[in-house]
């Protein structure tokens, strides 16, 4: 399967690259810069496109057959970069994927964006960005499956998570394993159409999900 994948330079994005360089799967990796291209080849990507999520990426997505939506405008951003990437970026992207007739498509959401209102004041911005790309895509047509972690650490993976459409703790899963996550819902036909919350657990990956 050739993927698209934005946010391919973020820490959750390069670690899926690394994943998918030992699958059966192609990794098109969305670059703002040229020299992003060379490091994250490197790293497993089959080839790099350049393109820009607040505007049109119609070219960078031709030819691809599901897309991994794993940016971000990370923590250091305001509100406006928030709605920019996490809800309109995305958003953009749901539609051009629809469009163009891809029909698989993959959201790195986060715990409790459903209910942003619940949330720590400081993230209720980014968790509405977020509850309202999710909900877009629900509405899209396509065959979704939007990926809720909980805290991102950089910790080593363990390979072993916890899933659940609705997890009752918070609790903290390193980027390695949600990477580990997102390849797996790749080949797993009972995450189509389904939300999930994933925490660091006692279940190995594909397990987890396969229990869903």
């Not at 970069?81 to 629809?98: E, M, P, W």
């Amino acid at each position: 399967m050739h993927v698209f994948i934005a946010g391919a330079n973020g820490q959750i994005g390069q670690h899926l690259l690394q994943e998918m360089a030992n699958s059966n799967h192609e990794a098109r990796a969305l670059v703002r810069h040229p020299d992003q291209g060379p490091e994250l080849q490197k790293l497993g990507a089959t080839e790099t496109v350049l393109g820009d999520l607040e505007h049109d990426c119609s070219e960078a997505m031709r030819g691809c057959d599901a897309v991994i939506f794993t940016a971000g405008s990370g923590p250091h951003t305001g509100p406006d970069k928030t709605i920019d990437v996490d809800q309109d970026g995305a958003i953009r992207l749901v539609d051009t994927a629809r469009a163009m007739g891809i029909k698989r498509f993959i959201m790195v959401s986060s715990m409790r964006a459903e209910e942003p209102e619940k949330g720590p004041e400081k993230l209720q911005h980014y968790l509405r960005a977020k509850r309202n790309a999710d909900e877009h895509l629900k509405n899209s047509g396509l065959n979704y499956t939007i990926v809720r972690p909980g805290r991102l650490t950089n910790d080593d993976g363990t390979g072993k998570v916890a899933v659940s459409e609705r997890l009752a703790s918070f609790a903290e899963i390193p980027r390695q394993d949600v990477a580990r996550v997102l390849l797996a819902v790749l080949d797993s036909d009972n995450t189509d159409n389904r939300v999930f919350d994933v925490v660091s657990g006692d279940t190995p990956v594909v397990d987890a999900l396969a229990k869903l």
